[in-house]
């Protein structure tokens, strides 16, 4: 069994964040202890190198290992470079051969734009992964920060990937197993045909819609169920539904 927990959308800042929810989240997440945490985007609210020092210190604070990709925010005031300083790689794989699963990160983040793409380069790069993926029959995940379809309860379709309709149907005619994004602060699920493309919500930013509530994913995933489970801090969790994992 796998467990993995999906953050995203934190906001640090001192106008956006909500620290207490935050810190909530973080206690909740420990107790569970997940194999490691998938963080999708917009760590900070403008990009400002102190906002990623703090973002470094409270991610700290959890006892997973961490994976993050940056957002629209983060890529604002040079937070692109930040990013990589403070952070990690923008784009990355993780590999695990005994367990037989894959995670591949992207930057769907473009300087000063709210507008993402993910691009030719990283493109032919996610196309020769996925293929060695299939060849090798692997569990495969792929994280990105802006949504690839768009999300119900958001108003006015804005900023879906630029170049979602080719990366789309490269994760769909790969198979990928699940694509993890984040960015529109609603959670969400979508499945297109043996893919299933899962929005989090925000856990922690202040931007909430409606009567919303922070939130994040948790997946648990065993030889033949994919779980997603969407947790809202504080709250009980709620089921977003059991998928059978694609047979190969
Ligand atoms: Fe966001
Ligand atoms: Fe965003």
Same mark, same amino acid.
């Given at each position: 069994?796998? #467990?993995?927990?999906?953050?995203? =959308?934190?906001?640090?800042?001192?106008?956006?964040?909500?620290?207490?929810?935050?810190?909530?989240?973080? !206690? %909740?997440?420990?107790?569970?202890?997940? !194999?490691?945490?998938?963080?999708?985007? !917009?760590? &900070?609210?403008? $990009?400002?190198?102190?906002?990623?020092?703090?973002?470094?210190?409270?991610?700290?604070?959890?006892?997973?290992?961490?994976?993050?990709?940056?957002?629209?925010?983060?890529?604002?005031?040079?937070? =692109?470079?930040?990013?990589?300083?403070?952070?990690? %790689?923008?784009?990355?794989?993780?590999?695990?051969?005994?367990?037989?699963?894959?995670?591949?990160?992207?930057?769907?983040?473009?300087?000063?734009?709210?507008?993402?793409?993910? $691009?030719?380069?990283?493109?032919?790069?996610?196309?020769?992964?996925? !293929?060695?993926?299939?060849?090798?029959?692997?569990? #495969?995940?792929?994280?990105? *920060?802006?949504?690839?379809?768009?999300?119900?309860?958001?108003?006015?379709?804005?900023?879906?990937?630029?170049?979602?309709?080719?990366?789309?149907? &490269?994760?769909?005619? *790969?198979?990928?197993?699940?694509?993890?994004?984040? *960015?529109?602060?609603?959670?969400?699920?979508?499945?297109?045909?043996? &893919?299933?493309?899962?929005?989090?919500?925000?856990?922690?930013?202040?931007?909430?819609?409606?009567?919303?509530?922070?939130?994040?994913?948790?997946?648990?995933?065993? %030889? #033949?169920?994919?779980?997603?489970?969407?947790?809202?801090?504080?709250?009980?969790?709620?089921?977003?539904?059991?998928?059978?994992?694609?047979?190969?």
């Amino acid at each position: 069994m796998l #467990t993995i927990a999906h953050i995203s =959308d934190l906001h640090v800042s001192d106008s956006d964040f909500n620290e207490d929810v935050f810190l909530e989240a973080v !206690d %909740e997440i420990n107790a569970l202890a997940p !194999d490691f945490i998938i963080l999708t985007g !917009d760590l &900070t609210n403008k $990009g400002y190198y102190t906002q990623f020092e703090k973002v470094k210190q409270y991610l700290e604070l959890f006892d997973a290992p961490i994976f993050a990709v940056p957002g629209n925010h983060d890529a604002r005031n040079l937070g =692109d470079e930040t990013f990589e300083e403070l952070i990690g %790689e923008a784009s990355w794989k993780l590999a695990d051969k005994e367990n037989k699963f894959v995670v591949i990160g992207l930057d769907s983040s473009l300087p000063d734009l709210n507008e993402g793409s993910i $691009g030719k380069p990283q493109k032919l790069w996610l196309d020769h992964q996925l !293929d060695e993926c299939v060849i090798n029959e692997l569990f #495969t995940i792929v994280a990105f *920060h802006h949504h690839i379809i768009p999300i119900p309860k958001t108003g006015r379709e804005r900023n879906v990937l630029l170049d979602a309709g080719d990366i789309l149907k &490269t994760l769909v005619d *790969h198979e990928v197993d699940m694509v993890l994004v984040g *960015h529109k602060h609603v959670p969400n699920v979508w499945k297109m045909n043996n &893919t299933l493309i899962i929005n989090a919500g925000s856990i922690s930013s202040k931007k909430l819609r409606g009567n919303d509530v922070n939130s994040y994913n948790i997946y648990y995933i065993d %030889e #033949t169920t994919i779980n997603i489970v969407l947790k809202k801090v504080g709250k009980e969790p709620i089921s977003l539904g059991q998928y059978p994992k694609n047979v190969y």
